[in-house]
Each structure stands twice: as structure tokens, then as C-alpha cells.
């Protein structure tokens, strides 16, 4: 299994407040993606990286912004939840564009 | 507009037969596929894919068909075993993306009984 671990893996918050997942990768894979997956939407791409400092956006990425500051970590923010943000999170990584492989997943609600 | 469509929310199978699992797409742009299987509480984990350059892809029980003309490809299981439920995804790629990006279909679900 690809060494992807995502944190935490559940969290309640307030609509309004901020909220930051992390993903943590020990492949050295150059590539992230953030997804978020919904009933009856498969999974969407929110924000994906293919360096350091290196992003760019998915097709959901309104109210999301991220950041890569090391190669290992890739950290998704919701700088004001709302309620629609509610959803599984999933992160991913790849080294050369072929399979992507997904962490465990984080559960948010918003209330 | 969906470009990788999964038209089937929900499928069932006795155990021991085939499982067809069925796939259309509209770019044809798109030059790999893949298929994903997914348990609950758990992250999609990767199952088999297939360049555009071929029209089948075997591995163990699973073969993956693409038949390019039609834009569909389809993932068969055989023979279907209890622990195949799950939520299986088709994915594409597209060759015009330098970032590798995926798009998913909406899922089919899977039950095998027993």
C-alpha cells in the first residue's frame, strides 16, 4: 500500500469557522490531488499539486484554497465552511501519471 | 456535463457468475482508463487499467474491455466472489493534461451474493 495518511479522519465543525486537512505522502510521489466525493457524484477534483509551491485548481474548487510547502505534505483549507462543504475528503498521489493512489479519507461535517 | 458516465448505480450478482460493470465516456482525448474499488470507510484503492492503444486487459479475475468507437469500456468479473461488493469507479485520463488529472464516473455498486 501507497504510504498516504490524512488527517484527522473525522471532523465536526461550525458552518463559518476554518478548517485544514493535511495529507502526508512518504513516496516522494510529485504529484497530489485533493478530491472531495458525494452520493451520486463519484469523486471531484478539488485541488491538485504537481510540485512544491506548485498548484493548481480543480473542478470544485470554490471556498478551497491549498498549499505545498514540502513534498510530503499537501494541506487543503476551507477558509469559511459552509454547510455544502459537508463530504468526504480524499487525497491521492501519483509519481508518474499513471494510477493515483487514495488515503484513507477524512469525514466533515458542517453544521 | 459528465465526461465519464457509470449509468448503473446498483448491480446484482449471484456468486460464482460474471460481474458486468459498464463504462461511456465523451473525450476522445482520453488515452487511459482505470477502475477503482471502493469499501465502505475506506479510500478507493486502484483495481486495473488499460491504455487507449489496446481493447482488453487482464488481471487474475478482473479484464477490463475498450472499445474505442463506441467510447465505452466495461470490467468484467469471474468468477464473482462475496468480497467483491464494493463501489467500483471508472476513471479517464486526458492525454491534452500535463497534470495527469482523472476524471470519475458516479459509481456502480456491487453486491455479490452468496
Known amino acids: 500500500d501507497a504510504g498516504i495518511t490524512q488527517s484527522p479522519r473525522h471532523k465536526v465543525t461550525e458552518t463559518g469557522t476554518p478548517v485544514t486537512l493535511r495529507c502526508h505522502q512518504t513516496?516522494?510521489?510529485?504529484?497530489m490531488y485533493w478530491y472531495r466525493q458525494d452520493p451520486g457524484h463519484g469523486l471531484r477534483l478539488i485541488h491538485y499539486?504537481?510540485?512544491?509551491?506548485?498548484?493548481d485548481k480543480g473542478e470544485v474548487s470554490d471556498g478551497y484554497s491549498v498549499s505545498r510547502s514540502k513534498t510530503e505534505d499537501f494541506l487543503l483549507t476551507l477558509e469559511s465552511a459552509t454547510s455544502s462543504q459537508t463530504s468526504v475528503y480524499f487525497c491521492?498521489?501519483?509519481?508518474?501519471?499513471?494510477?493515483?493512489?487514495f488515503g484513507p479519507g477524512t469525514r466533515l461535517t458542517v453544521t | 456535463d459528465q465526461q465519464v458516465k457509470q449509468n448503473s448505480p446498483s448491480l446484482s450478482v449471484q456468486e460464482g457468475r460474471i460481474s458486468i460493470l459498464n463504462c461511456d465516456y465523451t473525450?476522445?482525448?482520453?488515452?487511459?482508463f482505470l477502475w477503482y474499488k471502493k469499501y465502505p470507510a475506506e479510500g478507493p484503492t486502484f483495481l486495473i487499467s488499460?491504455?487507449?492503444?489496446?481493447d482488453k486487459n487482464e488481471d487474475g479475475r478482473f479484464t477490463v474491455f475498450l472499445n474505442k468507437s463506441a467510447k465505452h469500456l466495461s470490467l468484467h468479473i469471474v468468477p464473482s466472489q462475496p468480497g467483491d461488493s464494493a463501489v467500483y469507479f471508472c476513471?479517464?485520463?486526458?492525454?491534452?493534461?500535463?497534470?495527469?488529472?482523472?476524471?470519475f464516473g458516479s459509481g456502480t455498486r456491487l453486491l455479490v451474493r452468496p
Open positions: 513516496e516522494n510521489h510529485r504529484y
Open positions: 473525450n476522445s482525448m482520453f488515452d487511459y
Open positions: 499539486s504537481y510540485g512544491v509551491k506548485d498548484t
Open positions: 476513471a479517464a485520463r486526458d492525454r491534452s493534461e500535463s497534470s495527469y488529472k482523472l476524471i
Open positions: 491521492a498521489i501519483s509519481g508518474q501519471g499513471d494510477e493515483q493512489y
Open positions: 488499460i491504455s487507449s492503444i489496446k
